[in-house]
């Protein structure tokens, strides 16, 4: 490691902060001269949030697809390369002074190790808004193999992160195919000879439970935003549907193996055999964010999911779309569960390639 070179961020990279402009000048449709706008919840949503629209203010604020935008207050030192357009004045772009000796996607994958993420949210500044400065970013100490193996490096780690995104984007096609057959079946041919009942009658609704005193396993723990870690004991052993209780109340989740559900987030038992996949379908298509009751925070009741309204179909109905949608749901299953091992194995060789503990051939 005699050719790695020690040095300060810094020292090879300049920031440029992004673009104030007021909610009124922005559009949501593309016209002649408008530009994509990026905003921090387009970044935090991982793009599922509308875009917006501005008029095009010039070079010096845009950003174009692999440029490095890092997030400066609320979740500081999120970074992404996968937008193009003017950034917010809540972000701003590094660029690197020299390309011939430093690789974008090298210091994209230095920044995004866990231990640097932790700095930026142990180090902010503001007792109001997490927030990083210029200084702050500009004192990050880097080891900088040479380009070749900058390259090498980011190319492994690359590989691992396009086999994940290849199985998200699979699984975001079998859940439209298990969508569309839900679709057919139970909206556009629903009978009006189907029971008329409420949600309550088909499901238990259930607290999660606080995960601070568990050890790290392999047991996924589901918040309100999705899993939160892993740990050594389940809550639950069987088929349910995950909704949330506080937080980002649309993010439904079907979950068909061993969990845990913290108490931002419901868990479900159901009452009749074959509807697990079913009530997932029906839940997911409600708008759970209308039904807010929180103030401060989205909230849901438990008295409320009960009282939703539901045609219920007879039980053979149930076993047939069970077995036409099981196929689909074990991809998607299986799917998750290499992703996890994919995700865990980069995660493992992120920090051992940045500091040379693993090298790569070149």
């Known amino acids: 490691m005699s050719e790695w070179i020690e040095c300060k961020l810094g020292e090879i990279a300049f920031f440029s902060q992004g673009l104030q402009v007021p909610?009124?000048?922005?559009?949501?449709e593309q016209k002649e001269n408008l530009i994509r706008f990026i905003r921090i919840k387009d970044i935090t949503s991982n793009g599922q949030e509308p875009i917006r629209y501005i008029m095009n203010p010039g070079d010096r604020y845009i950003a174009r697809f692999g440029d490095l935008i890092m997030i400066r207050y609320g979740t500081p030192g999120l970074l992404s390369d996968k937008y193009e357009g003017v950034i917010a004045n809540n972000l701003f772009k590094i660029n690197l002074k020299n390309e011939t000796e430093c690789y974008r996607k090298y210091i994209f994958y230095f920044l995004n190790q866990q231990s640097i993420q932790d700095h930026f949210m142990a180090s902010q500044n503001s007792t109001t808004m997490p927030a990083i400065t210029f200084t702050e970013v500009s004192s990050l100490p880097i080891l900088l193999p040479p380009i070749a193996e900058q390259k090498a490096i980011a190319g492994v780690l690359s590989a691992l992160d396009d086999k994940i995104?290849?199985?998200h984007r699979q699984n975001k096609t079998l859940e439209a195919m298990a969508e569309a057959l839900f679709r057919?079946?139970?909206?556009?041919?629903?009978?009006?000879?189907?029971?008329?009942?409420?949600?309550g009658d088909l499901v238990e609704i259930k607290y999660g439970k606080d995960h601070k005193s568990l050890l790290d396993g392999n047991v996924p723990v589901f918040g309100s935003g999705g899993i939160m870690r892993y740990a050594d004991r389940s809550l639950y052993n069987f088929e349910s549907v995950l909704i949330p209780r506080k937080g980002s109340l649309d993010n439904v989740i079907y979950i068909n193996e061993p969990f845990w559900s913290v108490d931002t987030m419901f868990y479900t038992i159901m009452r009749k055999p074959n509807i697990a996949k079913f009530i997932y379908q029906f839940v997911k298509n409600l708008n759970l964010s209308s039904m807010n009751v929180g103030s401060a925070v989205p909230s849901m009741t438990?008295?409320?999911?009960?009282n939703v309204p539901i045609q219920i179909p007879s039980d053979q109905l149930f076993e047939i779309f069970e077995e036409r949608c099981s196929q689909l749901y074990l991809k998607i299953q299986s799917n998750a569960v290499q992703i996890r091992s994919l995700e865990k194995l980069r995660d493992t060789l992120l920090p051992k390639l940045m500091i040379g503990e693993v090298r790569v051939d070149v």
């Open 184 to 199: 057919q079946w139970f909206v556009e041919e629903a009978e009006e000879s189907w029971e008329e009942g409420k949600l």
């Open 23 to 28: 909610i009124e000048e922005q559009f949501t």
């Open 165 to 167: 995104d290849l199985m």
């Open 302 to 306: 438990t008295e409320i999911l009960n």
